[in-house]
């Protein structure tokens, strides 16, 4: 689960650079998870944070677990939001 949120956060970075749509998530719906993975006092992940993962192609987020992540974006907190969002079968990235 730590995985996948690290993928979210690359996702977002890649998502605001390039202003596209990346494994059937948009910018805004990446953006509803931003509070939930910025410290110093992140809030618990929105309902529209946990929907946007829920139809996520996790599995593509993870090719993006080794870029740099978002400014602002803890890649810790990030990674704790499938779980936090009760997200099952989220793949293990290699």
């Not at 803890?74 to 990030?78: F, I, V």
């Given at each position: 689960m730590n995985a996948k949120l690290a993928i979210l956060t690359?996702?977002?970075?890649?998502?605001?650079?390039?202003?596209?749509?990346?494994?059937?998530?948009?910018?805004s719906e990446l953006m509803e998870c931003k509070p939930a993975a910025t410290p110093p006092s992140p809030t618990p992940p929105s309902s529209a944070?946990?929907?946007?993962?829920?139809?996520?192609?996790l599995k593509c987020l993870c090719k993006f677990m080794d870029s740099p992540p978002?400014?602002?974006i803890?890649?810790?907190?990030?990674k704790e939001l499938p779980g936090k969002c009760k997200i099952s079968n989220v793949p293990k990235c290699p």
């Open positions: 690359v996702f977002l970075l890649f998502a605001i650079a390039n202003a596209a749509d990346i494994c059937n998530l948009k910018v944070c946990c929907k946007a993962l829920s139809h996520a192609d978002l400014p602002d803890d890649p810790k907190l990030a």
